[in-house]
C-alpha cells in the first residue's frame, strides 16, 4: 500500500502510540493515508525522540508496547490507511540498557557483539589497544578517581560487584571478579577510594577492564569507536556484517510482513558504510515478504525512502534502490522559490556591514570545516590518515610521502568537499561521482599556494586510493594494499557526511546571518533563490525518476518553522526597507556603544530576524506573561544558535556572562523593561508583512500537495508553524483545536470566513485538507500523472508558478503566486493574506487548446470559472479572493 499522503509524530513517553491511536479519525478527515511515526522500538529510558536505541528487537514499553502498536495499525486499516516508521539502522545508544553495549564493555574482543558495534579493536594507542573508550567522565579520570566518583559497588540485583561511574554503572570482567575472591565488605574496603591504598588498587582494577574510562573533553581526540557525529552517547553499528543486520531489522522486517507497516524511511543512510548496497538489501528483504503480507496488502513495491541531504545540483542516481528521500530537498526548492533573487545583492551588503565581514558563505564553510577537523573529528581524520599513510608506504614509488604532507593534502581535499559523501566500492567511483571528485580536485589545485607545489602531486593518489582506482589495482598506481585501500575508503566516506553536517547545518547556519530563511536543513547558504525554471526542472525531474518521494516543509529537524520561513522570505522583496528598518533596531537609543564587537551585533542583528519571524500573530505586545513566554522560547533558540555557532561561547566551553549579556537583550524587550518600545515596534512590522508572508506560506501547501511525489505533514503545523529549532519546534500539538477546525471545515465553513480571520491558522488547514482531498479523489493523476509547466504571459508573470497534473483525460491546474508581498499590502487584499487582483493587471496563463471556453472548478476556494476563447486564464480572476488554486473539470 504505497503511501497518498503521510502524517509524521514524534512519539515519546509523553505522547505515545495509545496517543497517536486518538488522532486517527482526524487525519483520516484530514486526507492523509499513513501515519509516519518516530522510530518505535526501545530507546533509552526518557528518550524525547527515539534516536537513541538500546533494543532494536521491541517496541518500547515507554510507547506503549507491540499491543498497542497492533491497536493502533488496526484503527488504521479500518479507516484505509496505514503507518510508516522511521528506523535507525546507523547507531545505538551507549547506555546500561543497550545489551550489545553492555556485552562488548563486559567481554571486549571476546564479545559476540564486537564486531556489530563499530569499535577499532587494533587501535594504534597501547592503551586502547582491545579496549572500547568510555569518555563520559566529568572530570578527568585521576580527578575521578580521587574524588570517589568512581568507585566499585556490589549490585543486589544482579548479585555481583559493579563499576559505579556517578551512578552509571559498567561492568566487571569475570576474571576480575574472581580476582577479587573477597567477602563483600572487605573487598569493598580494600577499593575505597577514600585511601591511597584503595584508589591505586580501584585504578588496577580499572585498567585490567575491556574500556577506558577517560574524561569527556578527550573525546574527540582519542576515541576508537564511530560516533553518530559527534554524540559520544552514540555508538555506530557495522549493519554491513550479516548477523548485525538480521538483529536491526529483525522487528521493522516482520512488522511489515504481519502488514502493520507499509514502509520505511532510514535515518542517517550516509552514514552506513555501504548505502547503496545497504538499501539494497533492504529492498531485497521487502519484496520477499510482500507474497506472504496479509491479502490486500501484496501489491506494489514496498516503500522505503531515505534521509539524505542533497547538495544544490545533486540527486540520488540510478544506483538507489529506493523510492526518494525524505524530502530536505524539496523543502529547500519550495523556498528557495519564494525568495527574492533581485533581493540578494541589498541583503547580502547589508549583512556584510553589520557583521563588518564581507566574506562569502563558502568561506564561512571552509573556516567551518577546518575547525571541525581540527577539534571535532580530531580521531576520525587520524583514522583516516593513518590508512592513507600505511598505502604511501605500501610501495616503494610513495614511501617519501610522511603523515604530514598527506595530512596537508587530506585537508585541503577535505576542505573543499562539497556534497555528503561519494559512493565508492571495491570497483572504484560512478561516473557521477568521478565528475565530482575531478572537480574537488581541480578546486583544490587552484587554491593551492607555491610552497604546496610540490605536495600537489599527492592529490593524484589521494584520488586513487579515495575510489579513482579499484581495490587491488595494480602496482604502478603505488596502491598495493586493498585491505588498507578499503578501510581508507570506508573511513573518508564516513568522515565527510558529519564533516558536512557539523560544518554547514550546525556551524554556518548559526555564523552567516545574511537571510535566516535560507540557512535551513537541505539548503545551502551561496543559494538565495531559485527560478521559475528551475523549480518545474526540479518536478519533472522528479515526476520521472521519484515520484514517490517524500516532500517536506516541515520536520522534526527544521531549524525554523516552515511559516516562519516563509515570512522572513518576504524581507528578500523589501530589502531596501528592511536594511533600513534593522539598522534603526540595532541602533536603538540605549545601544549605541561603538565598542560592541561585529560579533556581538551580527548575533543581535539574527535574533531581530528571528523575534520578526516567529512573532505569533495573536500576541499582543503589552501582554506580559505570554510575551515573556515567547521572549523565553527566542532565548532558548539564542543559547543553542549561540553555542553552535561557535565563536563567542560554546557547547565544550560556554561563556555564561556573554550569553546572559545577549539574553539580557531579548527580554529588556519585555512590558515594563527598557527596550520594550523596540519590541512594539518590532511587532509592527512583522504584523505588516506576516500577510505575504502567509501568501508564501499557503503557496508552499500548494506546491506540497500537487508536486510529484508524496505530501508529508509535520505535527501541528497544519495551522501556523512559528516554531523554533528543537526542542521548541517538539511541543505538545493542540489536536482538540484542529479537530475542532475540520469539523467546522466539513459543516461547510465559508473561505472568506476564514480569510476574514486567518489569524487564527484555520484558513491553512482548510487550503491543505482540501488539497489533500483533491489527492485522495484523483489518486492515479497525482502518483501516476504528467507534470506538465505552463506559460503565463503579462506584466506579472514572474510573479506566479503554473503547472498541470494530468493523467489520460484527467487533469488538474495548479496555480501558486510568489514576490507578491506588493500585491498583499495594497487594496482588498491589505491586511489578510490575499492578493489585490489589480495587483495581476494583464497577466494570464495560457492553456492548451482544448481548455478553451471549458469551466472550471477550484476544489480550493470552492468557485466556478471560466476560460476565455483566446485561451487565457487572467490571474485576477484565479487569484482574486483564495490567493492560490487548484483547479479541475472533475467535480467529484
Known amino acids: 500500500m504505497t503511501p497518498r499522503a503521510t502524517a509524521r509524530l514524534q512519539l515519546h513517553q509523553g505522547y505515545t502510540l495509545h496517543d497517536a491511536r486518538e488522532q486517527v479519525p482526524y487525519y483520516a478527515g484530514l486526507g492523509v493515508s499513513h501515519l509516519?511515526?518516530?522510530?518505535?522500538?526501545?530507546?533509552?529510558?526518557?528518550?524525547?525522540?527515539?534516536?537513541?536505541?538500546?533494543?532494536?528487537?521491541?517496541?518500547?514499553?515507554?510507547?506503549?508496547?507491540?499491543?498497542?502498536?497492533?491497536?493502533?495499525?488496526?484503527?488504521?486499516?479500518?479507516?484505509?490507511?496505514?503507518?510508516?516508521?522511521?528506523i535507525v539502522p546507523n547507531h545505538m545508544a551507549t547506555?546500561?540498557?543497550?545489551?550489545?553495549?553492555?556485552?562488548?564493555?563486559?567481554?571486549?574482543?571476546?564479545?559476540?557483539y564486537a564486531d556489530w558495534l563499530d569499535i577499532d579493536w587494533r587501535s594504534p594507542d597501547p592503551h586502547l589497544r582491545g579496549k572500547v573508550l568510555a569518555p563520559f567522565l566529568a572530570e578527568p579520570y585521576g580527578q575521578s578517581v580521587a574524588d570517589g566518583s568512581i568507585q566499585l559497588l556490589f549490585d543486589e540485583p544482579s548479585n555481583t560487584f559493579r563499576i559505579d561511574v556517578a551512578g552509571t554503572p559498567y561492568p566487571v570482567t569475570s576474571e576480575s571478579l574472581r580476582a577479587l575472591g573477597l567477602e563483600r565488605s572487605q573487598a569493598l574496603k580494600r577499593y575505597d577510594t577514600a585511601t591511597p591504598d584503595g584508589r591505586q588498587r580501584l585504578h588496577e582494577l580499572l585498567e585490567r577492564q575491556h574500556y577506558r574510562l577517560a574524561w569527556w573533553r578527550c573525546t574527540a581526540d582519542i576515541i576508537n569507536w564511530r560516533r553518530f557525529f559527534e554524540v559520544s552517547e552514540l555508538i555506530g553499528v557495522r549493519v554491513e556484517h550479516d548477523a548485525a543486520f538480521d538483529a536491526v531489522h529483525a522487528l521493522p522486517l516482520r512488522l511489515y510482513e504481519e502488514g502493520l507497516i507499509d514502509g520505511l524511511r532510514i535515518d542517517h543512510v550516509d552514514g552506513l558504510a555501504e548505502p547503496i548496497a545497504y538499501c539494497h538489501k533492504l529492498r531485497q528483504a521487502m519484496r520477499g515478504l510482500r507474497s506472504r503480507r496479509p491479502e490486500g496488502l501484496r501489491d506494489g513495491e514496498p516503500?522505503?525512502?531515505?534521509?539524505?541531504?542533497?547538495?544544490?545540483?545533486e540527486v540520488l542516481d540510478d544506483r538507489w534502490d529506493v523510492d526518494g528521500t525524505s524530502g530536505y530537498d524539496f523543502m529547500d526548492q519550495a523556498g528557495a522559490v519564494l525568495h527574492d533573487l533581485a533581493g540578494e545583492a541589498g541583503m547580502t551588503a547589508h549583512w556584510e556591514r553589520v557583521a563588518q565581514d564581507t566574506r562569502p558563505p563558502e568561506s564561512f564553510l571552509k573556516e567551518a570545516r577546518r575547525l571541525m577537523l581540527r577539534r571535532h573529528f580530531v580521531a576520525e581524520r587520524k583514522g583516516l590518515l593513518r590508512a592513507l599513510t600505511g598505502l604511501a608506504q605500501s610501495h616503494p614509488r610513495t614511501r617519501d610521502w610522511t603523515p604530514e604532507a598527506v595530512g596537508r593534502m587530506l585537508d585541503e581535499f577535505l576542505v573543499a568537499f562539497p556534497v555528503y559523501r561519494t559512493y565508492a566500492d571495491a570497483a572504484g567511483r560512478s561516473e557521477g561521482d568521478a565528475q565530482r571528485m575531478a572537480g574537488v580536485m581541480n578546486a583544490v589545485r587552484a587554491g593551492l599556494g607555491r610552497e604546496q607545489a610540490t605536495e600537489a602531486a599527492l592529490l593524484d593518489l589521494l584520488d586513487g586510493w579515495l575510489g579513482g582506482s579499484p581495490v587491488a589495482a595494480a602496482p604502478d598506481t603505488g596502491i598495493s594494499s586493498s585491505r588498507l585501500q578499503q578501510e581508507a575508503i570506508r573511513?573518508?566516506?564516513?568522515?565527510?557526511?558529519?564533516?558536512a553536517a557539523k560544518s554547514l547545518e550546525d556551524t554556518v547556519f548559526y555564523r552567516y546571518g545574511r537571510l535566516l530563511s535560507r540557512n535551513e536543513v537541505g539548503s545551502d547558504p551561496t543559494v538565495f533563490a531559485l527560478s521559475v525554471d528551475a523549480f518545474h526542472q526540479r518536478n519533472l525531474w522528479r515526476a520521472h525518476r521519484a515520484p514517490r518521494s517524500m516532500l517536506a516543509t516541515a520536520t522534526h529537524d527544521h531549524k525554523r518553522g516552515e511559516d516562519v520561513r516563509a515570512r522572513l522570505a518576504v524581507l528578500s522583496e523589501i530589502s531596501a526597507e528592511w536594511?533600513?528598518?534593522?539598522?534603526?533596531?540595532?541602533?536603538?537609543?540605549?545601544?549605541?556603544?561603538?565598542?560592541?564587537?561585529?560579533?556581538?551585533?551580527?548575533?543581535?542583528?539574527?535574533?531581530?530576524?528571528?523575534?520578526?519571524g516567529a512573532w505569533p500573530l495573536s500576541l499582543r505586545p503589552d501582554d506580559g506573561p505570554e510575551v515573556q513566554a515567547y521572549l523565553d522560547r527566542v532565548v532558548q533558540w539564542q543559547t543553542k544558535a549561540l553555542r553552535e555557532a561557535k565563536l563567542t561561547t560554546s557547547w565544550f566551553q560556554p561563556d555564561e556572562a556573554h550569553e546572559q549579556a545577549l539574553a539580557d537583550f531579548v527580554h529588556g524587550l519585555a512590558p515594563g523593561a527598557p527596550d520594550h518600545s523596540l519590541l512594539m515596534d518590532i511587532e509592527r512590522f512583522a504584523l505588516r508583512i506576516a500577510p505575504a508572508g502567509a501568501v508564501n506560506s499557503l503557496a508552499q501547501i500548494v506546491l506540497r500537495t500537487?508536486?510529484?511525489?508524496?505530501?508529508?505533514?509535520?505535527?501541528g503545523t497544519e495551522f501556523w508553524d512559528l516554531s523554533l529549532v528543537d526542542p521548541d519546534n517538539r511541543r505538545p500539538v493542540d489536536f482538540a483545536a484542529r479537530r475542532s477546525a475540520l469539523d467546522a471545515l466539513d459543516g461547510h465553513a465559508e473561505m472568506t470566513d476564514l480569510l476574514a480571520n486567518w489569524k487564527d491558522g484555520r484558513i491553512k488547514q482548510a487550503v491543505l485538507a482540501r488539497a489533500l482531498r483533491l489527492r485522495r479523489r484523483m489518486a492515479d493523476v497525482f502518483a501516476e500523472g504528467d507534470y506538465f509547466a505552463l506559460p503565463v504571459l503579462g506584466a506579472?508573470?514572474?510573479?506566479?508558478?503554473?503547472?498541470?497534473?494530468?493523467?489520460?483525460?484527467?487533469?488538474?491546474l495548479v496555480v501558486v503566486p510568489r514576490l507578491c508581498s506588493a500585491g498583499s499590502a495594497t487594496g482588498a487584499a491589505q491586511g489578510r493574506p490575499a492578493i489585490d487582483p489589480d495587483f495581476w493587471a494583464d497577466t494570464g496563463i495560457v492553456l492548451p487548446r482544448r481548455y478553451i471556453g471549458i469551466g472550471l472548478h477550484d476544489v480550493l476556494a470552492g468557485t466556478d470559472l471560466c476560460t476565455r476563447e483566446d485561451g487565457m486564464l487572467p490571474l485576477r480572476d484565479v487569484l482574486g479572493g483564495l490567493p492560490v488554486a487548484m483547479l479541475t473539470t472533475d467535480q467529484g
Do not use: C
Not at 307 to 313: G, H, R, S, T, V
Not at 797 to 804: E, G, I, Q, R, Y
Open 579 to 612: 536594511e533600513q528598518v534593522s539598522a534603526r533596531w540595532l541602533q536603538w537609543p540605549g545601544h549605541q556603544d561603538p565598542s560592541v564587537p561585529a560579533t556581538t551585533l551580527a548575533e543581535r542583528y539574527m535574533a531581530l530576524q528571528t523575534l520578526v
Open 706 to 715: 500537487a508536486s510529484p511525489g508524496i505530501p508529508d505533514l509535520y505535527q
Open 95 to 112: 547506555h546500561p540498557d543497550n545489551a550489545w553495549w553492555w556485552d562488548v564493555l563486559e567481554h571486549g574482543p571476546a564479545s559476540r
Open 491 to 499: 573511513r573518508f566516506q564516513q568522515l565527510t557526511p558529519p564533516l
Open 303 to 313: 516503500w522505503l525512502i531515505v534521509e539524505k541531504i542533497l547538495a544544490a545540483d
Open 36 to 86: 509516519y511515526l518516530s522510530p518505535v522500538s526501545r530507546a533509552r529510558p526518557g528518550s524525547m525522540h527515539g534516536y537513541d536505541v538500546v533494543d532494536h528487537a521491541i517496541v518500547s514499553p515507554e510507547l506503549g508496547g507491540e499491543e498497542a502498536l497492533r491497536a493502533l495499525a488496526a484503527a488504521l486499516r479500518q479507516q484505509g490507511m496505514g503507518i510508516v516508521l522511521d
Open 796 to 812: 506579472r508573470s514572474s510573479n506566479v508558478l503554473a503547472f498541470m497534473r494530468t493523467r489520460e483525460e484527467r487533469q488538474v
